[in-house]
Protein backbone atom coordinates (compact mmCIF):
# COMPACT_ATOMS: atom_id res chain seq x y z
CA UNK A 1 0.00 0.00 0.00
CA UNK A 2 1.08 4.01 -0.69
CA UNK A 3 -0.30 6.58 0.79
CA UNK A 4 -0.71 7.87 -2.98
CA UNK A 5 -2.45 4.64 -4.44
CA UNK A 6 -5.27 4.81 -6.96
CA UNK A 7 -6.92 1.75 -8.76
CA UNK A 8 -4.57 1.57 -11.07
CA UNK A 9 -2.60 -1.46 -10.78
CA UNK A 10 1.36 -0.53 -10.41
CA UNK A 11 4.43 -2.03 -12.91
CA UNK A 12 6.42 -4.38 -10.47
CA UNK A 13 9.98 -3.56 -11.80
CA UNK A 14 8.47 0.21 -11.83
CA UNK A 15 7.27 -0.02 -7.76
CA UNK A 16 11.13 -1.47 -6.87
CA UNK A 17 12.56 1.41 -8.49
CA UNK A 18 10.78 4.32 -7.08
CA UNK A 19 10.34 2.12 -3.85
CA UNK A 20 13.81 1.89 -3.48
CA UNK A 21 15.56 1.86 -0.19
CA UNK A 22 12.72 2.98 1.65
CA UNK A 23 11.70 0.33 3.41
CA UNK A 24 14.92 -0.62 4.86
CA UNK A 25 16.15 2.63 6.02
CA UNK A 26 12.59 4.52 7.19
CA UNK A 27 13.03 1.37 10.17
CA UNK A 28 15.20 4.34 11.70
CA UNK A 29 12.55 7.07 11.01
CA UNK A 30 9.43 4.98 12.52
CA UNK A 31 9.80 6.13 15.38
CA UNK A 32 10.06 10.26 14.67
CA UNK A 33 6.84 10.00 12.38
CA UNK A 34 5.11 8.68 15.56
CA UNK A 35 6.54 11.75 16.73
CA UNK A 36 5.30 13.96 14.40
CA UNK A 37 2.07 12.28 14.22
CA UNK A 38 0.75 12.47 17.35
CA UNK A 39 1.67 15.91 17.68
CA UNK A 40 -0.50 16.28 14.28
CA UNK A 41 -3.01 14.62 15.80
CA UNK A 42 -3.72 16.79 19.01
CA UNK A 43 -3.49 19.38 16.65
CA UNK A 44 -6.26 18.04 14.92
CA UNK A 45 -8.41 18.15 17.95
CA UNK A 46 -7.65 21.67 18.85
CA UNK A 47 -8.87 22.48 15.59
CA UNK A 48 -12.47 20.23 16.02
CA UNK A 49 -11.61 18.00 13.37
CA UNK A 50 -10.81 14.93 15.85
CA UNK A 51 -12.97 14.74 19.15
CA UNK A 52 -11.02 14.30 22.23
CA UNK A 53 -12.16 10.78 22.15
CA UNK A 54 -11.03 9.84 18.83
CA UNK A 55 -7.95 11.83 19.60
CA UNK A 56 -6.95 9.73 22.78
CA UNK A 57 -8.01 6.75 20.60
CA UNK A 58 -5.42 7.54 17.98
CA UNK A 59 -2.67 8.68 20.25
CA UNK A 60 -3.05 5.47 21.96
CA UNK A 61 -2.56 3.44 18.43
CA UNK A 62 0.22 5.17 17.96
CA UNK A 63 2.02 4.72 21.31
CA UNK A 64 1.31 1.11 21.23
CA UNK A 65 3.22 1.33 17.75
CA UNK A 66 5.95 2.91 19.02
CA UNK A 67 6.41 0.10 21.44
CA UNK A 68 6.67 -2.28 18.78
CA UNK A 69 9.63 0.06 17.52
CA UNK A 70 11.33 -0.38 20.76
CA UNK A 71 10.72 -3.53 20.94
CA UNK A 72 12.23 -3.60 17.26
CA UNK A 73 9.36 -5.84 16.37
CA UNK A 74 7.82 -2.81 13.97
CA UNK A 75 8.63 -3.98 10.73
CA UNK A 76 7.39 -2.35 7.08
CA UNK A 77 5.71 -5.02 5.58
CA UNK A 78 6.00 -6.76 1.64
CA UNK A 79 4.61 -4.51 -0.63
CA UNK A 80 4.13 -1.29 2.06
CA UNK A 81 6.09 1.35 0.49
CA UNK A 82 7.54 3.18 3.70
CA UNK A 83 7.12 3.80 7.51
CA UNK A 84 4.59 6.29 6.83
CA UNK A 85 2.42 4.24 5.25
CA UNK A 86 2.95 1.23 7.44
CA UNK A 87 1.98 3.38 10.43
CA UNK A 88 -1.10 4.60 9.08
CA UNK A 89 -2.10 0.59 8.15
CA UNK A 90 -1.46 -0.60 11.50
CA UNK A 91 -3.26 2.47 12.78
CA UNK A 92 -6.52 1.09 10.58
CA UNK A 93 -6.39 -2.03 11.39
CA UNK A 94 -6.11 -1.41 15.14
CA UNK A 95 -9.07 1.66 15.10
CA UNK A 96 -10.78 1.16 11.62
CA UNK A 97 -11.93 4.35 10.16
CA UNK A 98 -10.63 6.46 12.88
CA UNK A 99 -7.22 5.78 11.95
CA UNK A 100 -7.90 6.93 8.03
CA UNK A 101 -8.26 10.53 9.70
CA UNK A 102 -4.30 10.88 10.72
CA UNK A 103 -3.51 12.36 6.93
CA UNK A 104 -6.16 15.56 7.45
CA UNK A 105 -4.32 18.43 6.61
CA UNK A 106 -0.85 16.11 6.54
CA UNK A 107 0.99 15.69 2.76
CA UNK A 108 3.20 12.82 2.95
CA UNK A 109 5.84 15.94 1.71
CA UNK A 110 5.80 17.71 5.33
CA UNK A 111 5.18 14.06 7.00
CA UNK A 112 8.23 12.71 5.98
CA UNK A 113 10.25 16.39 5.88
CA UNK A 114 8.63 16.61 9.40
CA UNK A 115 10.74 12.86 10.51
CA UNK A 116 13.73 13.84 9.25
CA UNK A 117 14.44 16.78 10.96
CA UNK A 118 13.03 14.82 14.03
CA UNK A 119 15.39 12.17 12.94
CA UNK A 120 18.50 14.88 12.03
CA UNK A 121 17.94 16.72 15.63
CA UNK A 122 18.62 13.56 17.51
CA UNK A 123 21.55 12.50 15.99
CA UNK A 124 22.99 15.64 16.02
CA UNK A 125 22.59 15.98 19.88
CA UNK A 126 24.06 11.95 19.84
CA UNK A 127 26.98 12.95 17.68
CA UNK A 128 27.41 16.05 20.05
CA UNK A 129 27.88 14.13 22.80
CA UNK A 130 30.84 11.90 20.91
CA UNK A 131 32.70 15.34 20.29
CA UNK A 132 32.66 15.82 23.78
CA UNK A 133 33.71 12.44 24.81
CA UNK A 134 36.63 12.46 22.25
CA UNK A 135 37.80 15.75 22.76
CA UNK A 136 38.04 15.19 26.82
CA UNK A 137 39.75 12.18 25.96
CA UNK A 138 42.51 13.93 24.10
CA UNK A 139 42.65 16.71 26.62
CA UNK A 140 44.16 14.25 28.88
CA UNK A 141 46.30 13.13 26.64
CA UNK A 142 47.35 16.21 25.78
CA UNK A 143 48.05 17.03 29.38
CA UNK A 144 49.80 13.65 30.25
CA UNK A 145 52.45 14.20 27.42
CA UNK A 146 52.39 18.23 27.33
CA UNK A 147 56.09 17.55 28.57
CA UNK A 148 57.20 15.08 25.50
CA UNK A 149 59.08 16.61 22.85
CA UNK A 150 58.20 15.26 19.48
CA UNK A 151 59.61 17.28 15.88
CA UNK A 152 57.05 19.02 14.00
CA UNK A 153 56.82 19.10 10.38
CA UNK A 154 56.52 21.29 7.34
CA UNK A 155 56.68 19.78 3.66
CA UNK A 156 57.06 16.06 5.47
CA UNK A 157 60.79 17.73 6.31
CA UNK A 158 61.89 18.13 9.69
CA UNK A 159 60.85 21.65 10.96
CA UNK A 160 60.61 22.76 14.87
CA UNK A 161 60.52 21.46 18.16
CA UNK A 162 56.47 20.57 18.98
CA UNK A 163 55.26 18.17 21.34
CA UNK A 164 52.96 15.56 22.06
CA UNK A 165 50.51 17.92 24.17
CA UNK A 166 50.45 20.21 21.68
CA UNK A 167 49.65 17.61 18.66
CA UNK A 168 47.05 15.99 20.85
CA UNK A 169 45.62 19.34 21.96
CA UNK A 170 45.55 20.65 18.35
CA UNK A 171 43.36 17.65 17.17
CA UNK A 172 40.95 18.96 20.33
CA UNK A 173 40.65 22.08 19.40
CA UNK A 174 39.75 21.06 15.49
CA UNK A 175 36.69 19.26 17.45
CA UNK A 176 35.92 22.54 19.28
CA UNK A 177 35.87 24.45 15.93
CA UNK A 178 33.50 21.01 14.42
CA UNK A 179 31.17 21.41 17.36
CA UNK A 180 30.49 24.88 16.44
CA UNK A 181 29.47 24.52 13.19
CA UNK A 182 27.14 21.59 14.23
CA UNK A 183 25.51 23.95 16.50
CA UNK A 184 24.79 25.95 13.74
CA UNK A 185 23.44 23.55 11.92
CA UNK A 186 21.09 22.32 14.81
CA UNK A 187 19.72 25.90 14.45
CA UNK A 188 19.05 25.50 11.38
CA UNK A 189 17.50 22.21 11.44
CA UNK A 190 15.72 22.76 14.66
CA UNK A 191 12.11 24.52 12.64
CA UNK A 192 9.02 22.74 12.29
CA UNK A 193 8.13 22.35 8.57
CA UNK A 194 4.87 20.27 9.46
CA UNK A 195 1.35 22.03 8.23
CA UNK A 196 3.08 23.01 5.09
CA UNK A 197 1.63 20.07 3.47
CA UNK A 198 2.37 19.40 -0.24
CA UNK A 199 4.26 22.74 0.05
CA UNK A 200 1.24 25.08 -0.24
CA UNK A 201 -0.64 24.59 2.97
CA UNK A 202 -3.87 23.80 3.74
CA UNK A 203 -7.63 24.91 3.87
CA UNK A 204 -7.40 23.69 7.22
CA UNK A 205 -7.28 26.38 10.36
CA UNK A 206 -4.00 23.95 11.56
CA UNK A 207 -2.29 25.59 14.53
CA UNK A 208 1.24 25.16 13.44
CA UNK A 209 2.57 26.51 16.75
CA UNK A 210 0.95 23.90 18.74
CA UNK A 211 2.36 21.45 17.05
CA UNK A 212 6.19 22.99 17.02
CA UNK A 213 6.01 23.32 20.44
CA UNK A 214 4.47 19.56 20.81
CA UNK A 215 7.25 18.26 19.29
CA UNK A 216 9.81 20.17 21.01
CA UNK A 217 11.06 22.57 17.91
CA UNK A 218 13.01 25.77 18.40
CA UNK A 219 11.07 27.63 15.25
CA UNK A 220 9.26 27.22 12.66
CA UNK A 221 9.67 27.54 8.45
CA UNK A 222 7.30 29.43 7.82
CA UNK A 223 6.63 30.29 4.84
CA UNK A 224 5.24 26.33 3.15
CA UNK A 225 6.91 27.04 -0.11
CA UNK A 226 10.45 27.66 1.65
CA UNK A 227 9.50 24.51 4.33
CA UNK A 228 9.59 22.23 1.50
CA UNK A 229 12.88 23.99 0.22
CA UNK A 230 14.26 23.05 3.02
CA UNK A 231 14.26 19.14 2.13
CA UNK A 232 17.83 18.83 0.87
CA UNK A 233 19.10 22.15 2.30
CA UNK A 234 18.74 20.67 5.76
CA UNK A 235 20.14 17.80 4.99
CA UNK A 236 22.74 19.28 3.19
CA UNK A 237 23.59 21.70 5.87
CA UNK A 238 23.82 18.46 8.42
CA UNK A 239 26.42 17.26 5.35
CA UNK A 240 28.76 20.25 5.95
CA UNK A 241 29.18 19.37 9.65
CA UNK A 242 29.80 15.57 8.98
CA UNK A 243 32.34 16.78 6.45
CA UNK A 244 34.12 18.65 9.32
CA UNK A 245 33.82 16.51 11.25
CA UNK A 246 35.03 13.45 9.30
CA UNK A 247 38.05 15.93 8.31
CA UNK A 248 39.22 15.97 11.46
CA UNK A 249 39.22 12.79 12.74
CA UNK A 250 40.49 11.37 8.80
CA UNK A 251 43.79 13.72 9.51
CA UNK A 252 44.02 12.54 13.32
CA UNK A 253 44.32 8.79 11.98
CA UNK A 254 46.36 9.68 8.85
CA UNK A 255 49.15 11.34 11.50
CA UNK A 256 48.64 7.77 13.43
CA UNK A 257 49.23 5.67 10.75
CA UNK A 258 52.29 7.98 9.86
CA UNK A 259 54.08 8.32 13.29
CA UNK A 260 53.17 4.34 14.40
CA UNK A 261 55.00 3.04 11.45
CA UNK A 262 58.96 1.98 12.04
CA UNK A 263 60.67 5.21 10.10
CA UNK A 264 59.23 7.38 12.62
CA UNK A 265 58.43 5.44 15.89
CA UNK A 266 56.57 8.49 17.44
CA UNK A 267 53.88 6.39 19.13
CA UNK A 268 52.25 2.98 19.22
CA UNK A 269 49.07 1.86 18.78
CA UNK A 270 47.54 -0.94 21.12
CA UNK A 271 48.50 -4.67 19.71
CA UNK A 272 44.22 -5.55 20.37
CA UNK A 273 43.64 -2.56 17.78
CA UNK A 274 45.82 -4.21 15.32
CA UNK A 275 45.65 -7.11 12.56
CA UNK A 276 48.74 -9.41 11.51
CA UNK A 277 49.60 -10.65 7.88
CA UNK A 278 49.23 -13.21 6.79
CA UNK A 279 52.49 -14.01 5.49
CA UNK A 280 54.47 -11.93 7.48
CA UNK A 281 54.83 -13.08 10.79
CA UNK A 282 56.12 -9.92 12.52
CA UNK A 283 53.02 -7.01 11.18
CA UNK A 284 50.95 -5.47 13.81
CA UNK A 285 48.80 -2.92 11.10
CA UNK A 286 46.69 0.32 12.21
CA UNK A 287 43.74 -0.88 10.41
CA UNK A 288 41.71 0.77 12.49
CA UNK A 289 42.81 4.10 11.77
CA UNK A 290 43.15 3.59 8.06
CA UNK A 291 39.46 2.74 7.86
CA UNK A 292 38.72 5.53 9.84
CA UNK A 293 40.43 7.82 7.13
CA UNK A 294 38.96 5.75 4.84
CA UNK A 295 35.31 5.76 5.67
CA UNK A 296 35.59 9.36 7.11
CA UNK A 297 37.27 10.34 3.32
CA UNK A 298 34.35 9.45 2.10
CA UNK A 299 32.01 11.28 4.66
CA UNK A 300 33.69 14.39 3.48
CA UNK A 301 31.92 13.47 0.36
CA UNK A 302 28.52 13.84 1.45
CA UNK A 303 27.49 17.45 1.17
CA UNK A 304 28.96 17.36 -2.65
CA UNK A 305 26.76 13.89 -3.30
CA UNK A 306 23.72 15.37 -2.13
CA UNK A 307 24.35 18.93 -3.77
CA UNK A 308 24.77 16.52 -6.88
CA UNK A 309 20.90 15.16 -5.96
CA UNK A 310 19.50 18.75 -5.53
CA UNK A 311 21.61 20.27 -8.58
CA UNK A 312 18.96 22.73 -10.62
CA UNK A 313 15.75 20.95 -8.50
CA UNK A 314 12.94 23.90 -9.34
CA UNK A 315 10.57 24.92 -5.91
CA UNK A 316 8.36 21.91 -5.01
CA UNK A 317 8.41 18.52 -4.38
CA UNK A 318 10.51 16.40 -6.72
CA UNK A 319 11.18 12.09 -5.80
CA UNK A 320 14.59 12.46 -6.51
CA UNK A 321 14.52 14.14 -3.10
CA UNK A 322 13.64 10.71 -2.20
CA UNK A 323 17.29 9.85 -2.51
CA UNK A 324 19.00 11.74 -0.54
CA UNK A 325 18.19 9.32 2.65
CA UNK A 326 20.68 6.71 0.81
CA UNK A 327 23.40 9.12 1.25
CA UNK A 328 21.91 10.87 4.39
CA UNK A 329 21.16 8.64 7.30
CA UNK A 330 23.82 5.50 6.49
CA UNK A 331 26.63 8.69 7.05
CA UNK A 332 25.49 9.93 10.40
CA UNK A 333 25.64 5.92 11.43
CA UNK A 334 29.22 6.13 9.81
CA UNK A 335 30.14 9.19 11.54
CA UNK A 336 28.67 7.49 15.03
CA UNK A 337 30.87 4.13 14.28
CA UNK A 338 34.37 6.47 13.44
CA UNK A 339 34.15 8.86 16.57
CA UNK A 340 33.77 5.85 18.77
CA UNK A 341 36.28 3.47 17.62
CA UNK A 342 38.71 6.81 17.37
CA UNK A 343 38.33 7.41 20.80
CA UNK A 344 38.59 3.62 22.11
CA UNK A 345 41.78 3.27 20.00
CA UNK A 346 43.21 6.40 21.00
CA UNK A 347 42.69 5.79 24.86
CA UNK A 348 45.53 3.45 24.03
CA UNK A 349 47.89 4.76 22.63
CA UNK A 350 51.37 4.90 23.85
CA UNK A 351 54.37 7.70 22.81
CA UNK A 352 58.21 7.46 22.69
CA UNK A 353 59.38 10.16 24.96
CA UNK A 354 63.28 9.89 24.16
CA UNK A 355 62.49 10.33 20.42
CA UNK A 356 63.78 13.79 20.13
CA UNK A 357 67.44 12.78 21.38
CA UNK A 358 68.05 11.55 18.11
CA UNK A 359 70.71 13.72 16.20
CA UNK A 360 68.49 13.42 13.39
CA UNK A 361 66.60 15.97 15.15
CA UNK A 362 69.24 18.33 15.62
CA UNK A 363 68.65 21.18 13.12
CA UNK A 364 64.98 21.29 14.46
CA UNK A 365 66.47 23.41 17.24
CA UNK A 366 67.72 25.96 14.83
CA UNK A 367 65.31 28.82 14.89
CA UNK A 368 66.12 28.42 18.64
CA UNK A 369 69.60 29.24 17.95
CA UNK A 370 68.66 32.36 15.89
CA UNK A 371 66.52 33.53 18.39
CA UNK A 372 68.66 33.54 20.69
CA UNK A 373 70.81 35.68 18.71
CA UNK A 374 68.20 38.28 17.88
CA UNK A 375 67.31 38.87 21.63
CA UNK A 376 71.23 39.32 22.13
CA UNK A 377 71.23 42.07 19.54
CA UNK A 378 71.59 40.89 15.88
CA UNK A 379 68.91 41.79 13.08
CA UNK A 380 67.03 38.61 12.12
CA UNK A 381 67.86 38.50 8.87
CA UNK A 382 71.74 38.62 9.88
CA UNK A 383 70.60 36.14 12.56
CA UNK A 384 69.66 33.63 10.35
CA UNK A 385 72.40 33.85 7.33
CA UNK A 386 74.51 33.07 10.39
CA UNK A 387 73.16 29.78 11.56
CA UNK A 388 72.36 29.08 7.80
CA UNK A 389 75.85 29.64 6.77
CA UNK A 390 76.71 27.21 10.33
CA UNK A 391 74.69 24.39 9.15
CA UNK A 392 75.97 24.16 5.70
CA UNK A 393 79.70 24.24 6.95
CA UNK A 394 78.87 21.71 9.77
CA UNK A 395 80.04 24.00 12.95
CA UNK A 396 76.64 24.62 14.69
CA UNK A 397 76.32 24.00 18.34
CA UNK A 398 72.93 22.29 18.92
CA UNK A 399 71.50 23.46 21.98
CA UNK A 400 68.26 21.59 22.47
CA UNK A 401 66.93 24.28 25.39
CA UNK A 402 63.47 25.66 24.46
CA UNK A 403 61.87 28.59 25.94
CA UNK A 404 58.02 28.93 24.52
CA UNK A 405 55.67 30.91 26.52
CA UNK A 406 53.25 31.90 24.20
CA UNK A 407 49.87 31.06 24.44
CA UNK A 408 49.23 28.30 21.92
CA UNK A 409 53.16 26.96 22.28
CA UNK A 410 55.27 23.93 23.52
CA UNK A 411 55.30 25.70 26.99
CA UNK A 412 51.97 27.16 27.28
CA UNK A 413 49.15 24.82 25.62
CA UNK A 414 46.55 27.34 26.88
CA UNK A 415 44.13 24.56 26.91
CA UNK A 416 42.44 26.37 30.15
CA UNK A 417 41.26 28.54 26.96
CA UNK A 418 40.26 25.50 24.61
CA UNK A 419 38.08 23.59 27.33
CA UNK A 420 36.56 26.67 28.61
CA UNK A 421 36.01 27.36 24.78
CA UNK A 422 34.16 24.12 24.67
CA UNK A 423 32.30 24.11 27.59
CA UNK A 424 30.41 27.17 26.48
CA UNK A 425 29.83 25.57 22.86
CA UNK A 426 28.70 22.15 24.39
CA UNK A 427 26.30 23.77 26.78
CA UNK A 428 24.17 24.76 23.87
CA UNK A 429 23.34 20.98 23.33
CA UNK A 430 22.80 20.17 27.06
Partial sequence: MKLWQKEESIDKIFERFTVGKDPELDVHLAKYDIIGSKAHVKMLGEIGLLTSEEVIAIVLGLEKIDQMIDSETFEIREGVEDCHSQIEILLTEELGPIGKKIHSGRSRNDQVLTALKLFAKSELKEIAVLIKDLFELLMIMSERYKNVLMPGYTHMQIAMPSSFGLWFAAYAESLLDDLLQLKSTYKLVDKNPLGSAAGYGSSFPLNRISTMEEMGFGGLNVNS?????TRGKMEKSVGFSVNSIAATLSKFAMDVCLYSGQNFNFLKVDKKHTTGSSIMPHKANPDGFELIRSKCNLLQAL???????????????????????????????SLKDCLKITKAMSAEISVEAQLINDPKYDYIFSVEEVN?????????????????????????KINRK?????????????????????????????
Fill in 402 to 430: INHIHSGSIGNLGNDLIKESFKKAYAFFE
Fill in 225 to 229: IYAQM
Fill in 303 to 333: PFELNMILLNLPSGYHRDLQVLKERFIPALF
Fill in 372 to 396: RRVKAGVPFRDAYHEVATSIKEGTL
